[in-house]
DNA sequence: GTCTATAAGATGATAGAC
DNA sequence: GTCTATCATCTTATAGAC
């Protein structure tokens, strides 16, 4: 959650500046992508309504509207996308700070235990809720759930690979370490417990062990 | 999907007997908890309207607030108890089918995939979209979801245990399974395929193997 | 680009007859 | 125990002034 991506499509921001650090500097849009990414984080898309949205945004309905035609959607997958690249940034620098990737990964499961317990168990996974909900039922947004999935785990995956690990067994195991993530944070939130993130980072840490030795 | 759970608090069924098997021969709460669940297990709470639930039930408004003055919060504890009941017999049946743990939860993975794509992707767990809704906001359901999965957790560490693992390997080891089960699953589901809990599942005998042998 | 008012329908829940 | 009619509220989305 502090590690914000600078908006990509920006197709406002005639005047606000890129130096700003306040939520409140951000263009419209940019607030209205990241209040629905956190919003959808903690309570997924059914529960999230769009008249909560645009308020905690500070934005009004003709303004997300005005940004996403599609609407509420429309501006999901735009969240989706969001919290995709937040979290591969979270992921990522969690990965470079240790050169042994058992090691890499066993340091996310402790930086994601401890945001969870500092956000009240509320700031999971940005999209396993919504991925959850849209299966079957909401194409778009399933389609930006797997793009996220994939993303994070060609992140682990390189980061194998540059260990020397075989390239099936890094691809099969970085599957594994991010689908392990996933449930583990679940299951954090749920008990309101770091341990269930710090028991799967030391087995996730003592699998990818015996393949790189 | 195949192993009911016969009603526990059945107040009701004065006339129709136990012996039925299809689902129209059931008791009316019967039927709410099951629809209830099944409808849960594929959208989540937010997700299914009670309009919905009493319809496939074949039930109407009337009789869902009679059973469940409560209304929709408390049958969806009971449709969650249901789910937890009956994945635990799942769980079960899969770890009997082996002696050996490692073989057990990989049989396991095996037969969660086939019900997966048996059923377009949509019977997941039962309880892990309602979970990640609750978090902090559904108090009864997150804590219904919190004993469904201490239940499941304590099926697969008698099952260690049974083999020799010491007690806190066998612990933190149940909770690491099942919470890989449930990301593989939900991977499984957003991704349309059997791979992520099929590698999951020989990714869990090579951990446990690591244990036992 | 922003804002308010409002539409059109869905939502959970209740009342009261049977 | 079951049923239908109905309530009050909330939902997403739009219209049109500014």
């Known amino acids: 959650m502090t590690s914000p991506v600078t908006s990509t499509t920006s197709t406002t921001s005639t005047t606000t500046a890129t130096t700003a650090t306040a939520e ?50 429309e501006l999901a997958v735009a969240a989706l996308d969001f919290g995709d690249r937040e979290f591969a940034e979270v992921l990522a620098a969690g ?12 340091a ?23 991925a959850l909900e849209s299966v079957g039922r909401l194409p778009d947004l399933q389609a930006a759930c ?27 195991l970085a599957a594994t370490v991010i689908n392990t993530l996933e449930g583990a944070e679940m299951s954090a939130q749920v008990t309101q417990s770091q341990t269930p993130l710090l028991v799967a980072g030391r087995h996730l840490s003592r699998l990818i062990g015996s393949y790189t030795g």
């Open 95 to 106: 990965l470079d700070s240790r050169t042994d990737p058992a090691e890499a990964v066993e």
């Open 24 to 73: 409140a500097a951000l263009g419209t849009r940019d607030r209205l992508v990241r209040t629905a990414s956190r919003l959808m984080q903690h309570g997924g898309y059914e529960s999230t309504p769009v008249k909560q949205l645009v308020k905690e945004a500070g934005a009004t309905l003709g303004s997300l509207y005005h940004f996403f035609p599609g609407g509420k959607q």
């Open 146 to 172: 797997a793009r996220a999935f994939a993303n994070w785990q060609r992140l682990v995956e390189e980061k194998l690979l540059a260990s020397g690990v075989a390239e099936e067994d890094a691809r099969d």
């Open 108 to 130: 996310v499961t402790v930086l994601l235990a401890e945001a969870l317990r500092d956000s009240a168990w509320r700031d999971g996974c940005p999209v396993t809720a919504t």
